[in-house]
């Protein structure tokens, strides 16, 4: 209960405040599954190149297509390549690019919202009209058109999906900006005569930090979705760099008969999006940004 | 005996902390309600005292729960009841009356369909049968024409209105008990005095039982005939009205009522000190022990036991109750404000008129503002150095307005604002230099909302500091430790944030930033108006002191009378954004005076059952000033005719130098004044 606060006397170190938040998410069942997930994919994607027991790219047309096994665990794919190495692998390109990507987003969507809507009128309504102009455009539309002028590097790949993910970032940050503006303190900032950089900096990003950080950590599962779909489609990853995206669109035809290679990368997707909504769930809840409670009576 | 209709007995209600620790909010509570009376119930934020009249009606707030004992109502116990059964009860037998009226209603239904529901749920009418009620109820209410205003929805009624449907609303079932939970609070000071004396008038008619939660002591001794003072969750006081009020046998509820500002009595109300112990951080003795000023070693480790005097009917929780009895009444002392008054001019307004109007393409280009009715206008007020100046009115009289105007926050649309006889204030924030910033410093009224909850003390304190002085390291420290104890708070409260403080210590955290800029003039928004009585005397008491240290001039707004007779030295009373009346505060409050004044310091209400507000004017609201005539013409009760309406009445000088705007003649204004 919010109560409790009164009871705390001291200010806190930046430290004890992150693993206040970090207990707190862990105590709840649904934080503490999604928190081992991400942390298990993480672990994952460092160690991944020095446990993998066979060569990614190996091709071993004697190999093709088989079943899981003691040796090969999640079986072969149409090429003879194992599965398994494949898959451990396969979640490093599509977490770093969208980590990264989901930086930017947060960066640029959320200062360009906070500064909407704490300058309001004129500039904000041009703004606010942009950004919609792009919600409005299919991103996959104009992500394919990006990476087919540009290339699929990964120069190219983050800040375009930085900036396509960004634009909901946008929104929240301005509406959570909103709801802060009216409050007294920063109208006592501004009879004293701070200048707008120094409000946003001291008076607003410290009380709507919470909002975005939980928006970002939306948006990273949204963009890991992207990313996959991109790939699926051959325009993320390029062969014969292992990626789920990529590997998915590969087996899919062979579903009926070898249904392993198709089903490792799927887990291995779906899983790490429900640990990264899961995540984000309890963080919201442990900043008690989260306002679902129970209706009265 | 009369028949009682609702038993709390040992009622306990608490929640469970993060540490599972059991925290009670009430503890041990025992109380009768009897049917037909209408029972008080008086304390600061945080005595339990809204958790006790919802328990009334079976309902525990979510994340509390009941540790132990009862309410009883007809023989059963609420709280161990299911919802289905609840149901059934509530609306019917117990209704209740919620604080924001605004609120309780849904915005998108019409009024009458709102009342009708409430009838199809709570009675048994036919269809034409209720539509007759409806108008019934709304008349009984005292609202005028109920058929318009059945057809209407909330936004379109004002605040008390919207009151008077929720009252409506809550009799459509003929309860036996109506909880009442700050019904007044939000409402002006005359839209008050009318929605309490209609509850009166409801008390009477129906003999319906009610329970009047609310912090203010002057509402609760119109209403009611038996109060009982909480504090920290407990009862401390329980007795007949009249007896409480005027002789208070525990020293909390004399304190209380010595820390009252009142209109009969200029000067600033002694103050208690410290507040009110947190849920739970009380462990042995008596909760009021450290801010008692009849104490005893006892008080510090037992706690007294709730004491029922015979001869009295008055229960006591208090070992020393005796030595307050001889005290026969509460001789209020005043400390008499100095005024260190020099004929020097600081800040000169001279015909300032403010409009919210919106621009017109035409007008944005040539960057000026045209409306012929602006909400604020012929401001002229001079404001002489070390003065505490007051501007009061109803919500919508534009004081707060004018504020705003002098802190830069909004644009003039016309006229001077004049700084040191000299120095002109451009109306824009962004054309001033950082000097003219520094001289106005504004105090707001809910310190929850000018402290940013994410910055420590230090950080709120530093801000101006920086701004204006550019100090750091040591230097700023020590300067904020300087502040900190003018404000009366410890070095240690540098660490803290806003949440961890109490309503008056975040507002004089708020106090030391104002002071920070070492300023010539401060704004006073409402400051005391967010807390509760007793801190409201202390954080008075603390303005004075710095203003006669520093020689400060205070521009203080407020609607509530009695607190700007204690502390200012010059009224002006503002009406639909136009003057009414300036002049000395002890002149302002003695008559001749401008209907409109008289209108509102009829409506004060004073924590003493003997005087009844004078209602003299309707509470209709305005929304927008009259294009020509006077401003007041709307609901002036001596309006003289058409001169009234058509042309702009002139100021009137009072002997003692108190101007007054008003057509009557001085001589005929005093006649017929009620004094």
Known sequence: MKLDNIYQEEKKSNFAKVSEIIITMASRPSGFIGLSILIFHVILAFISPYIAPYDFKAINPTLMLQAPSAEYW?????????????????????????????????????????????????????????????????WILAMLLIVSLLGTSTEVLIPALGFFYGKGIVRVARAATHDVIAKDFIVSARAR????????????????????????????????????????????????????????????????????????????????????????????????????????? | MTEIIQKVKNLSIGFKSKKGEEILILRNISTNIKKGETVGIVGESGSGKSTLALAMMGYVKHGLYTIGGECEF??????????????????????????????????????GYQIDEALQLHSDLKEEEREQKISELLNKVRLPSPETIALRYPHELSGGQQQRVAVAMALAGTPDLLLLDEPTTGLDVTTQAHVLELLNFIAKDTGTSMVYVSHDLGA???????????????????????????????????????????????????????????????????????????????CKNNSPQLEYLKELNTSVRCF???????????????????????????????????????????????????????????????????????????????????????????????????????????????????????????????????LNPNHTVEEIIAQPLKLYFGLKGEELKKNIIDLLQKVRLGEFYMSRYPRQLSGGEKQRVAVARAFAAKPDIILCDEVTSA?????????????????????????????????????????????????????????????????????????????????????????????????????????????????????????????????????????????????
């Open chain 1, 74 to 138: 999640f079986g072969t794919d149409d090429l003879g390549r194992d599965v398994f190495t494949r898959t451990i692998l396969g979640g490093r390109t599509a977490l770093t690019i969208t980590f990264f990507g989901s930086l930017i987003a947060l960066l640029w969507g959320g200062l360009l919202g906070i500064f909407c809507g704490l300058v309001g009128g004129k500039t904000d309504d041009i703004v606010m009209r942009i950004v919609d102009a792009f919600l409005s455009i299919p």
């Open chain 2, 220 to 298: 609760i001794a119109q209403v009611s005939d038996r109060i009982i003072v909480m504090y920290s969750g407990e009862i401390v006081l329980e007795g007949p009205s009249r007896d409480i009020l005027k002789k208070p046998i525990h020293p909390y509820t004399y304190g209380l009522l010595k820390s009252i500002p009142k209109l009969s009595l200029a000067g600033l109300p002694q103050s208690m000190p410290g507040s009110q112990p947190q849920p739970g951080a009380m462990h042995r003795g008596c909760s009021f022990f450290d801010r008692c000023n009849f104490s005893e070693e006892k």
């Open chain 2, 531 to 675: 807390l509760d009585v007793s801190v409201q005397a202390a954080v008075l008491n603390l303005l004075q002191q710095l203003k006669e240290d520093f020689g400060t001039t205070y521009i203080f707004v407020s609607h509530d009378l009695a607190v700007v007779r204690a502390i200012s030295d010059r009224v002006a009373v503002l009406y639909q954004g136009r003057l009414c009346e300036v002049g000395p505060s002890k002149d302002v409050y003695q008559f001749p005076s401008h209907p409109y004044t008289e209108v509102l310091l009829g409506a004060v209400l004073e924590p003493d059952p003997d005087i009844k507000p004078k209602l003299v004017a309707e509470d209709i609201v305005e929304e927008k000033p009259p294009q020509k005539g006077c401003s007041f013409q709307g609901r002036c009760s001596r309006i003289l005719g058409d001169i009234c309406k058509s042309e702009v009445p002139p100021w009137q000088i009072t002997n003692s130098g108190n101007s007054i705007r008003c057509h009557i003649p001085l001589k005929e204004l005093q006649k017929d004044q009620i004094n």
């Open chain 1, 193 to 297: 005569g701070h200048s707008n950089f120094s409000i946003i900096w001291n008076e607003i990003i410290p009380n709507v930090r919470d909002a975005i950080l939980v928006e970002g950590a939306m948006r990273w599962s949204w963009m890991l979705l992207g990313f996959s779909s991109l790939s699926f489609l051959g325009f993320g990853v390029s062969p014969p760099t292992p990626d789920w995206g990529l590997m998915i669109s590969n087996a899919r035809g062979l579903m009926s008969f070898a249904y392993w290679s198709v089903i490792a990368p799927i887990v291995g997707l779906s899983s790490l999006i429900i640990g990264i909504n899961l995540t984000a769930d309890a963080f919201a809840k442990a900043l008690g940004i989260d306002r679902s409670t129970k209706a009265p009576v």
């Open chain 2, 320 to 450: 020393n109750y005796k030595s307050l009895m001889n005290d026969s009444q509460v001789n209020q002392t005043v400390n008499k404000i100095k005024t260190s008054l020099q004929d020097k001019e600081i800040l000169n307004l001279s015909e300032v008129s403010i409009s919210y109007a919106k621009q017109k393409l035409l007008d944005q280009v040539l960057n000026r503002i045209s409306d012929d009715n602006p909400t604020v206008k012929d401001i002229n007020i001079n404001i002489k150095k070390g003065e505490t100046i007051a501007l009061v009115g109803e919500s919508g009289s534009g004081k707060s307005t004018i504020l705003k105007s002098i802190a830069g926050l909004l644009r003039t649309k016309g006229g001077i604002i004049k700084f040191d006889q000299n120095r002109n204030l451009s109306s824009d924030l962004k054309e001033r230099d950082p000097n003219d910033l520094r001289i106005i410093q504004l105090i707001f009224q809910n310190p929850d909302e000018s």
């Open chain 2, 74 to 111: 007809n023989s059963s116990n609420l709280l161990k009841m299911k919802n289905r059964d609840l149901e059934k009860i509530r609306g019917r037998k117990i209704a209740m009356i919620p604080q924001n009226a605004g609120q309780a209603l849904t915005p998108n239904l019409k009024i």
